[in-house]
């Protein structure tokens, strides 16, 4: 069974770091462009970021950019999220997604997603 797990939320305060973790198992993470999506309550999904099989493309949503760092390291079959200068309005669930069609052409895209993981809760507060 195809799954993505993601790790490393958790509560922070505002201008924190926090670094999210995406696997997979049942399928090579390394062979798929992988998405961060994040959902906060009451809104609609939200692509923050995506990036390709070799990580040399990389694109990031405007809301986010200069402060998030999308990386992979296929050799440990982990993508990577690296969140700096976090703002309350960061806070929401963040999920990684692909399928055997995706693409990152646009970080705001869940075109062609397949698989998406459970989600690891982001909250910052002070």
């Known amino acids: 069974q195809s799954q993505l797990v993601e790790s490393g939320g958790g509560l922070v305060q505002p201008g924190g770091s926090l670094r999210l973790s995406c696997e997979a198992s049942?399928?090579?993470?390394?062979?798929?462009?992988i998405g961060w999506f994040r959902q906060a309550p009451g809104k609609e999904r939200e692509g923050v970021s995506c990036?390709?099989?070799?990580?040399?493309?990389?694109n990031y949503a405007d809301s986010v950019k200069g402060r998030f760092t999308v990386s992979r390291d296929n050799a440990k079959k982990k993508v990577y999220l690296q969140m700096n200068s976090l703002k309350p309005e960061d806070t929401a669930v963040y999920y990684c997604?692909?399928?055997?069609?995706?693409?990152?052409?646009?970080?705001?895209?869940?075109?062609?997603?397949?698989?998406w993981g459970q989600g690891t809760q982001v909250t910052v507060s002070s």
């Open positions: 049942g399928f090579p993470l390394e062979k798929f462009a």
């Open positions: 997604a692909t399928g055997p069609g995706y693409v990152c052409y646009d970080a705001r895209s869940a075109r062609f997603v397949d698989y």
């Open positions: 990036i390709n099989t070799s990580g040399g493309r990389i």
